[in-house]
Nanobody, 123 residues
Framework: VQLQASGGGLVQAGGPLRLSCAASGRPFSSYTMAWFRQTPGKEREFVAVSWSASNTYYADSVKGRFTISRDNAKNTVYLQMDSLKPEDTAIYYC??????????????????WGQGTQVTVSS
C-alpha cells in the first residue's frame, strides 16, 4: 500500500487549504483512512478519520473547521481545512490500517503512512 499526500503550503490565518491523499496497492473503499499531524518535539496527533464516506470523527481541536471526505472511485481521501489558525501549523500525514473495517484513532492503529505535507499558517 502506498499513500501520497499533497496540498500543503503557506496560508494566512482564517484561510482555507485542502489536502489530498491518493492511495494505491489495494481496494480503497472498505478501509479506514485518517489524517494525523505532527509539530517538532511533539508526538503525532490524530486529526480526523473516515471509517466510511458517511462515518467520520474529528479531534476536538479541529471539529467544525476541518472536513474529511473520500472519493472511492479515485482512491483518494481529502482534508478540507477552513478557518485555519497558527496552531494548525504542522506536517500532516495520511494513514491507513492493514485491516479492513473500523479501527481506532491511535497512531498504532495505522500501518501505512504518507510522506507528510507541510502546512504553515501565518498570523
Amino acid at each position: 500500500v502506498q499513500l501520497q499526500a499533497s496540498g500543503g503550503g503557506l496560508v494566512q490565518a482564517g484561510g482555507p487549504l485542502r489536502l489530498s491523499c491518493a492511495a494505491s496497492g489495494r481496494p480503497f473503499s472498505s478501509y479506514t483512512m485518517a489524517w494525523f499531524r505532527q509539530t517538532p518535539g511533539k508526538e503525532r496527533e490524530f486529526v480526523a478519520v473516515s471509517w466510511s464516506a458517511s462515518n467520520t470523527y474529528y479531534a476536538d481541536s479541529v471539529k467544525g473547521r476541518f472536513t474529511i471526505s473520500r472519493d472511492n472511485a479515485k482512491n483518494t481521501v481529502y482534508l478540507q481545512m477552513d478557518s485555519l489558525k497558527p496552531e494548525d501549523t504542522a506536517i500532516y500525514y495520511c494513514a491507513a490500517p492493514r485491516s479492513s473495517g473500523r479501527v481506532g484513532v491511535r497512531e498504532y492503529d495505522y500501518n501505512y503512512w504518507g510522506q507528510g505535507t507541510q502546512v504553515t499558517v501565518s498570523s
